[in-house]
T-cell receptor, first 113, second 113 residues
Framework: GESVGLHLPTLSVQEGDNSIINCAYS??????FIWYKQESGKGPQFIID?????DKRQGQRVTVLLNKTVKHLSLQIAATQPGDSAVYFC????????????FGTGTSLTVIP | DAGITQSPRHKVTETGTPVTLRCHQT?????MYWYRQDPGHGLRLIHY???????DKGEVSDGYSVSRSKTEDFLLTLESATSSQTSVYFC????????????FGEGSRLTVL
């Protein structure tokens, strides 16, 4: 199966600081990546996606960077807020025409007020 | 929030008993998915459906079956529950197969004793 992992299982940041969550993937054929946020007791919520023909994509307060050379992607959250406290995980899809998304185990982000 | 309802939200059962989890959507999305989430594994795809009566296996389909007789309902059945199937089960929907933007339900926590 696919291997999608995270460098750090937990991350604590001060409110107002920027957060960076990292993700490594193993399948060089993967061409589509997604970030999800999961709050305690809830289902995952889509944040942002990026396709392999891009290096960077920005959303509202979030930026995803993709480095295909080292098979790494990161999620940057600007001006982190208490409501950003959650588990964040990345997912990869090695085939755009398929429905198989392989999810990582997640990084728990805690925002310190 | 996307109109996805999972039932039951919590269930405790005994080994060997059949269990059916229901996912109901009001979004008229074509694609529906069942995932399980376990510590250390992230989300893993069990089965998915790309239309009424059209289903396919995911990464961890052994011991599970699904049915979709109506667009809005996707049922996950454990014919004979085992302790290894203790997990949190999430249903998700998407508009098309080429997007990673899945909308997840709130989850169903199943405990098999």
């Amino acid at each position: 199966g696919e291997s999608v992992g995270l460098h750090l299982p937990t991350l604590s940041v001060q409110e107002g600081d920027n957060s960076i969550i990292n993700c490594a993937y193993s399948n060089s054929a993967s061409d589509y990546f997604i970030w999800y946020k999961q709050e305690s007791g809830k289902g995952p919520q889509f944040i942002i996606d990026i396709r392999s023909n891009m290096d960077k994509r920005q959303g509202q307060r979030v930026t995803v960077l993709l480095n295909k050379t080292v098979k790494h992607l990161s999620l940057q959250i600007a001006a982190t807020q208490p409501g950003d406290s959650a588990v964040y995980f990345c997912a990869e899809n090695p085939n755009l025409t398929g429905n198989q998304f392989y999810f990582g185990t997640g990084t728990s982000l805690t925002v310190i007020p | 929030d996307a109109g996805i309802t999972q039932s039951p939200r919590h269930k405790v059962t005994e080994t060997g008993t059949p269990v059916t989890l229901r996912c109901h959507q009001t979004e008229n999305h074509r694609y529906m998915y069942w995932y399980r989430q376990d510590p250390g594994h992230g989300l893993r795809l069990i089965h998915y459906s790309y239309g009424v009566k059209d289903t396919d296996k995911g990464e961890v389909s052994d011991g599970y079956s699904v049915s979709r007789s109506k667009t809005e309902d996707f049922l996950l059945t454990l014919e004979s529950a085992t302790s290894s199937q203790t997990s949190v089960y999430f249903c998700a929907i998407s508009r098309d197969r080429n997007t990673g933007e899945l909308f997840f339900g709130e989850g169903s926590r199943l405990t098999v004793l």
